[in-house]
């Protein structure tokens, strides 16, 4: 019950964030509106049970990639003088409609069958079992490191070619 | 409860990509997109207790991409900046033909 | 063949180096060719400055005074390799195919043999292999394009020795024997199209040999487009092969035939006549004969293999291998049997009337080609491919000797600068005494044209006749046919009057040929006639050995039951009827299919009037021709005598068959052209389709408008499509559809 009750609490904070950071005109204001959602949202992974994910949410993204995104606005000096950039009344009003189908059908996806959303249903059990066998790193550890190792291995190419690519671009001289 | 998860995931899914197309700021249209991949994110979270571990997983390996995403994409803003020291997308119509 | 040969082999027969025979020519066509490539850039003529048809001993003391920026002549070998090699691989195959030859005699019934090498069309149903028939008929005209090839090799390369395409030429020569060693070792009608098709190129390859005169080139157009009609011709016939039996492999056709396709049936001789409609195109038949004279363009020794002696009779080849099919159709053959002696007679009024000496043997060759199918067409297989072989012997030589006398002539010429044509009868007269050999060797070859014992083409000729006269009595099969419902016998009567008539002609013009070009005064000129000499001795002695062949080459089979002709019997090389005896295998099932529907066509008799009729015909048409014209008095080369009579300019204009068809072919063909390419083409194609790109551009246009290259625009187009496939993937199509 008391879960209930901060899931809700939690989720309006994270709707109310992701508004804000959309709808404020200061880039810096919606960098920090968006951490406030990345925060609202670490606290419901932590209510669902995935302990790691909150923690890596707030480590990864709420404080590097978020500090980066803040680093590029100050160095872009993007924060006094910006301009207006919404677009006109027309485009809010289709953006806004297109979003509210776009919740409609997700919706209706969602709401349709919840019991077995992917055909196969392990139950909250199967994973409580595994945190508390081997702890919230090593549940998901095991699988990363054995069944997707492969594709742990191309992730950490593909972040590595990320940081040249990030070099090669960003520099003034190549 | 599970359908409340889905149901907060799908809003701020539909909040983030509202925001990418009303947006003409690059980099605001970039956390949009986080926003969006959040709301994914938690969509996985709240299905791996239903489907397996394996939920979680790719969350990591979501968020290990979406670092690599944020580098280079600001990396291309910055080297946009340089050229037409805006990052308003109506000045980068390169797109066009 | 003989008895004599005959070592005690077994009965087997495994063919020795099958491959090679064609694979040799081949290898001299790469290597000449890639002299030729290499011999191009010491070329010191300037485009303009090379003319004159035959020109062999012209070009290059003509041209003292053009800059020669590369060394003006090519190095020595560009020249010695090919006289090596091109003639050096005609005789090499030769060779094998001798070893074959002899090899085969001892094998018995052991034939077809099939050298299958690899899959070339596994297409479905359609299997179609590279792979060679080795049988009697193939082997026969393997030694035939090998062995006259060689010696016209060898005669090429005296008669080419001055020319700069030298390489280039014996690159041709080689790969024109290449093909038609394919031609007739294929064991398919594709594989035979193949070498069909290939000869073509070659034939028009050589005839614009010389393609810096207009003339000549326009001469190989003509040969490669008429050759195309009958190709089409031949194409249908495959199809219909295709389409009906399933296979087009020789063997396999030949027996399903009789089984499949219903005798004298609507298919067969619809196959039969599309066959011959590809046979006359490349045989110059009626209608399709009129490249034939052009090809004369090209050097004379390629006239001797390709346009008399091998490409040519490669129509015959065609019916009579698909004998077994032209048995089924009996009013398709007669129409073979008619169009051949219509061909013979028609060819050889032309050539009464001929001044050029390269052009009465080009009507010459036509004729006798007609004689051939005439033969096949009465169903007298053996008998078409004996005339074959002969007039590849006599032919041959005569191109030769006419080469020779050509060769002469143009020394005789260039040595007093003439502008006069080498070529015209007008201008030459009394050439025996300077030229002996080809004089003697020429004579033979005539005699044997005409039909005079014991010379080849007595023997050749006299069996078609005989055939022809016996048909017409009603004693072959084919004669039980009918073609427009008149009997096969009264056709075969008609033939035979007409062959007649044309071997009284063909011995009437050679006659001719021979008084103007041999006898009387010398019309050449007081200061060239010194000039004129006997050919070197690599033109010499083919010309003796095709005159040993012209000869001789009747006792291959000499019939035994004809008199007069039988009186040759003792010294029939190979027995009595060993052509016949040999070819027996590949003619049986032509004649079993036409026993097996043919209700007891009786035994054919020989009585003796039709033999001695043809010696009266033979020596009658020479000793007119003697009496009649007077070689003293010809007129002036281009200036045509003062035709008394209609029908002598008629003749001389070759029938206006040209003219008729420019009239009635080209010139409809280039009217449709010119309405296809001025409205169709340029007003409905291309303006349909400059509509669709302008239609496309205005589309574009308005597409372009889209594309603002604002990334929100895009993303929405994103959204927009994201949400209707979800729609779609969670079934709201249907959910709409439904409520």
């Not at chain 3, 590279?130 to 010696?151: E, K, N, R, W």
């Not at chain 3, 004649?591 to 529907?597: D, L, R, S």
Request: proline share 4%; glycine share 10%; net charge neutral.
């Amino acid at each position: 019950m008391l879960t209930d009750i901060l899931f809700f609490f939690f989720a309006g904070i994270a709707i109310f964030c992701g508004i804000m950071v959309v709808t404020r005109r200061n880039p810096v204001a919606s960098a920090l509106w968006l951490i406030g959602t990345f925060f609202a949202l670490a606290a419901i992974y932590t209510l669902i049970g995935a302990f790691f994910i909150g923690v890596i949410q707030i480590l990864v993204y709420a404080g590097a990639i978020m500090v980066l995104f803040l680093f590029v606005i100050m160095l872009l000096n993007l924060g006094n003088d910006y301009q207006p950039d919404l677009r006109s009344r027309a485009w809010m009003i289709t953006a806004g409609g297109s979003g509210l189908v776009l919740l409609a059908i997700l919706g209706r996806v969602f709401a349709a069958d919840t019991t077995a959303p992917l055909g196969r249903l392990t139950g909250p059990e199967a994973v409580a079992t595994q945190v508390a066998e081997y702890g919230a790193v090593g549940a998901i550890a095991r699988p990363m490191y054995t069944d997707y190792m492969i594709v742990l291995q191309v992730t950490g190419l593909l972040l590595l070619v990320a940081v040249v690519g990030a070099v090669m671009l960003a520099k003034r001289r190549v | 409860m599970l359908t409340y998860y889905l149901g907060l995931s799908a809003i701020l899914f539909s909040i983030g990509v509202a925001g990418v197309i009303v947006r003409r700021n690059a980099i605001i249209m970039f956390m949009c997109i986080e926003l969006m991949l959040n709301a994914v994110n938690l969509s996985f979270i709240a299905l791996s207790p239903y489907a397996g571990i394996e939920g979680q997983v790719f969350v990591f390996f979501v968020i290990a991409v979406a670092a690599a995403e944020a580098a280079v994409g600001l990396a291309i803003i910055i080297a946009l900046f340089r050229h037409v020291e805006s990052v308003d997308v109506r000045n980068f119509s390169l797109l066009r033909w | 063949m003989g008895d004599g040969i005959v070592n005690g082999a077994a009965a087997g027969f495994s063919p020795f180096l099958l491959g090679w025979i064609v694979l040799l020519p081949l290898i001299g066509f790469l290597v000449n060719g890639a002299v030729a490539i290499a011999a191009r850039r010491y070329k010191p003529v300037p485009l303009a400055a090379a003319s004159e048809e035959e020109d062999v001993a012209h070009r290059h003391e003509e041209h003292p005074a053009t800059p020669e920026p590369i060394p003006a002549t090519p190095p020595a070998w560009t020249k010695s390799l090919p006289t090596f090699v091109a003639p050096g691989v005609i005789a090499l195959a030769f060779a094998i195919a001798l070893v074959n030859f002899f090899r085969m005699l001892g094998a018995g019934d052991a034939l077809p043999v099939i050298e299958r090498y690899w899959s070339w069309m596994p297409v479905g149903d359609l299997q179609v292999d590279v792979a060679f028939q080795l049988d009697q008929l193939s082997m026969l005209m393997t030694l035939i394009i090998t062995g006259v090839g060689a010696l016209i090799h060898v005669f090429s390369v005296g008669y080419m020795k001055k020319d700069e395409g030298y390489a280039r030429y014996f690159a041709y020569l080689n790969l024109f024997v290449f093909f038609m060693l394919i031609l007739v070792l294929g064991s398919s009608f594709p594989l035979m199209f193949v070498g069909w098709e290939g000869v073509g190129l070659c034939s028009y390859l050589l005839i614009g040999f010389w393609f810096r005169e207009k003339a000549n080139a326009d001469a190989g157009k003509k040969a490669f487009i008429v050759n195309r009609i009958g190709d089409f011709g031949f194409l249908i016939a495959m199809f219909l092969i295709f389409a009906h039996l399933g296979t087009l492999n020789f063997v396999e056709v030949f027996a399903a035939a009789p089984e499949q396709l219903a005798f004298g049936g609507a298919v067969v001789t619809a196959i039969c006549l599309f066959l011959f409609l590809g046979a006359t195109g490349k045989s110059a038949q009626i209608p399709l004969f009129v490249w034939l004279p052009d090809a004369m363009a090209g050097p004379t020794p390629v006239s001797a293999l390709i346009h008399a002696a091998t490409m040519v009779t490669a129509g015959v080849y065609l019916i009579v291998r698909s004998s077994v099919l032209f048995a089924m159709a009996p009013s398709a053959s007669l129409v073979v049997g008619l169009i051949g002696a219509l061909t013979a007679i028609f060819a050889a009024t032309i050539a009464l009337k001929q001044w050029d000496i390269k052009k009465v043997l080009a009507y010459s060759t036509v004729s006798q080609l007609g004689f051939m199918f005439a033969a096949v067409g009465i169903g007298a297989y053996v008998a078409g491919v004996f005339h074959l072989m002969t007039h590849a012997f006599f032919k041959a030589l005569l191109f030769l000797g006419a080469g020779a006398v050509i060769h002469a002539m143009h020394s005789a010429l260039h040595a007093t600068h003439s502008p006069r044509d080498a070529q015209d009868m007008r201008n030459m007269g009394g050439m025996r005494r300077w030229m002996p050999w080809t004089f003697g060797t020429m004579g033979v070859a005539t005699l044997a044209i005409a039909g005079i014992p014991p010379f080849s083409g007595f023997f050749s000729k006299d069996e078609i006749l005989g055939y022809a006269w016996s048909g017409a009595r009603g004693e072959l099969p084919i004669s039980q046919g009918s073609l427009f419902g008149v009997g096969g016998e009264v056709w075969m009567l008609l033939i035979g009057v007409l062959l007649a008539a044309a071997a009284l002609l063909t011995a009437f013009y050679m006659g001719r040929m021979m008084l103007y070009t041999f006898f009387g005064p010398n019309r050449t000129g007081e200061a060239e006639s010194p000039h004129l000499h006997e050919v070197g001795a690599s033109m010499k002695w083919p010309l003796v050995v095709l005159g040993v062949l012209s000869l001789i080459g009747g006792l291959f089979q000499v019939e035994a039951d004809v008199p007069i002709v039988n009186w040759f019997a003792a010294v029939a090389i190979g027995g009595p009827d060993a052509l016949y005896n040999f070819l027996a295998p590949v003619t049986a099932p032509a004649a079993a299919v036409m026993a097996q529907n043919i209700p007891a066509a009786t035994v054919a008799t020989h009585p003796a009037w039709p033999v001695l009729l043809a010696i009266v015909i033979g020596a009658g048409g020479l000793l007119l021709a003697w009496y009649l014209l007077k070689p003293a008095a010809l007129g002036v080369e281009g200036e045509e005598p003062d035709y008394r009579r209609a029908w002598e300019r008629i003749l001389h204009d070759k029938w206006y068959v040209d003219e008729a068809y420019d009239r009635g072919v080209v010139r409809p063909v280039v009217a449709l052209s010119g309405f296809f390419a001025r409205v169709l083409d340029r007003r409905l194609i291309d303006g349909t389709v400059d509509w669709m790109g302008r239609a496309a551009q205005s589309v574009g246009m308005v597409g372009a408008r889209v594309q603002s290259g604002h990334v929100n625009t895009y993303a929405f187009v994103l959204v927009v499509g994201a949400v209707l496939a979800l729609f779609w993937f969670s079934g709201g199509f249907a959910w709409l559809a439904a409520s």
